[in-house]
């Protein structure tokens, strides 16, 4: 049940209904179809309920593959989550209107269960809902969001009458039930780690373990912007928008965390996965822009638009797009994506910002420009902690070996230390069923604050760097030589194949005699 004080006249809107209460106040109550259903709000088996959304998608023809589908759920979540919120709004304020126009709106064309449906509904998507939203004027920052989310994405599906069904299934998510919001909130992240074995779509998602872990060890405060310019599907915002929630005692504190946090993102589909992965962690207008990070020159950046903290695992192995290296500092211009990254996230954090990373192996070595931008990042900032991961980390996307680095901008690099994160005991590889877990994370806590060099961390000091030409990829010096274990039977076949060459031998020496 909803209770909330109102002084407006009596109505009954949007399933919540006003009723007269002593001194002249109204009460909202929420209304249900259910007459026998008590203040305990029923709530779906999601995971069945996703699962149904699947099946009937994998029946239209429209669809081809897991990313398709994600994207295809990605813009009817959305509109199906701003309308619940607006709604919302519309009861606790009485001047509040929706950026989406009233026709288009979830509750006038899609929560009817008998509502339209077969080619009507196909056509009224693609024909009138579509571009009306595409060219929905930005009146607002609302408003220019829903702009944002459909002008880069699209409705695939073929058939009206599956649509339907699909509409219909996600009629049965309250998202103004906060449970049911939250739990949704658990699946959701659940579609986005699928991401990582939907082809290039992989690209979009930073495993959970390391952004909380990487979100963990920087430590974001209220009051600090936060930002991640390759936000991706919202993961590293997400674990931020939790920690500051937890440590805010205010409402007026929890409305600040959504202007703190922010993020960028160019690429439509992960762009509306994260406003709708924001609005679920209660972020009412994500503060995500729609725009390639490296499009600006860096010149045009003032001081107001430095940050206190950035997280990131900026995209690498591939060339950047419409020569945006010259909005760099001749220097430092490549065309490599993972570099400029870098460039400009030293030139964004504020003086004594902090930051945390994910770069590949190729970032940390190389001559040339790669070292010159390395020189500067080790000059303007105190690079303190690399930790080293195994090549499956970012399985089946990407194989390449990764680290994650911490470092604090306004002081030199004096030493960095190393750790070399391990796989568990008796893994060989990590995969999607045998994910990174943020248990594993545990030990590099531990050492975390009290840093001594054991079998998995080194420390190597700046002129020993500045000898190596600023390379950074520095091998473990203290790891045991790993000696083959191997089992009875497969001694014994060793030493039968060792039998076997030796008979060759001898009766290929008889044979010459």
């Known amino acids: 049940m909803c209770v909330i004080v109102s002084p407006s006249p009596a109505v009954e809107t949007a399933g919540y209904k006003m ?42 023809r429209g669809l081809s593959g897991d990313g398709q589908r994600i994207e295809q759920l990605a813009w009817m979540l959305f509109l199906k989550i701003m309308d619940d919120k607006d709604q919302e709004q519309e009861i606790l304020h009485d001047d509040y209107v929706s950026p989406v126009p009233t026709e288009f709106q979830w509750r006038n064309w899609a929560a009817n269960s008998e509502g339209i449906t077969g080619d009507e509904l196909q056509q009224f998507i693609d024909q009138r809902l579509f571009p009306a939203l595409r060219d929905l004027p930005a009146h607002d920052p609302r408003s220019f969001m829903v702009r944002e ?68 060890m920087t430590a974001p405060r209220l009051g600090e912007v936060v930002l991640d310019p390759a936000c991706g599907t919202g993961g590293f ?86 020569s945006n290296e010259e909005n760099f500092p001749l220097n430092y211009r490549t065309k490599e ?59 089946p996307y990407a194989t390449v070996a990764t680290n994650l680095l911490f470092f604090e901008k306004g002081q030199p690099t004096k030493e960095i230390w190393y750790y070399e994160h391990r796989l568990p005991e008796g893994q060989k590889s990590y995969s999607k069923t045998k994910p990174i877990r943020r248990e594993e994370f545990r030990p590099i806590e531990a050492w975390w604050h009290d840093r001594q060099e054991t079998e998995q961390a080194w420390r190597v000091d700046i002129e020993t760097i500045r000898q190596r030409g600023f390379d950074l990829d520095i091998k473990n010096p203290n790891r045991a030589v790993e000696e083959a274990g191997h089992s009875s039977a497969e001694l014994l076949g060793m030493l039968g194949q060792s039998f076997e060459r030796s008979m060759g031998l001898l009766r290929a020496l008889e044979a010459e005699l």
């Open 19 to 60: 009723i007269d209460a002593p001194l002249s106040l109204r009460l909202i109550f929420k209304t249900t179809t259910n007459s026998t259903q008590t203040t305990n709000h029923h709530m779906p088996n999601l995971s069945s309920l996703i699962k149904s959304i699947r099946d009937i998608m994998r029946e239209d």
């Open 149 to 216: 989310v459909f002008e880069g994405n699209n409705n695939y599906m073929k058939s009206g009458t599956n649509l339907r069904k699909v509409v219909n299934k996600l009629n049965e998510i309250d998202f103004n039930v906060a449970a049911e919001r939250h739990l949704f909130g658990e699946i959701y992240e659940g579609i986005l780690k699928e991401l990582q074995s939907a082809g290039a779509y992989g690209e979009f998602y930073t495993p959970r373990a390391i952004t909380q872990f990487m979100t963990d």
């Open 237 to 322: 915002l997400s674990c931020v928008i939790e920690q500051l929630k937890e440590q805010a005692s205010s409402v007026e504190e929890r409305q600040a965390i959504g202007e703190q946090v922010r993020g960028w993102e160019w690429k439509p589909l992960p762009y509306v996965l994260a406003t709708t992965n924001l609005i679920l962690h209660d972020v009412e207008l994500p503060n995500i822009t729609y725009r390639d990070a490296l499009d600006k020159p860096l010149t045009e950046y003032r001081q107001r638009d430095r940050v206190d903290v950035i997280l990131a695992n900026p995209p690498f192995g591939g060339t950047v797009a419409n």
């Open 337 to 395: 994506s993972a570099d400029l990254f870098l460039v400009m996230m030293m030139h964004l954090l504020k003086e004594g910002g902090r930051a945390a990373i994910v770069l590949p192996d190729g970032s940390l070595t190389g001559e040339g420009v790669k070292a010159r931008i390395r020189e500067k990042w080790l000059t303007d900032c105190k690079l303190h902690t690399i930790i080293r991961l195994p090549n499956s980390v970012f399985s």
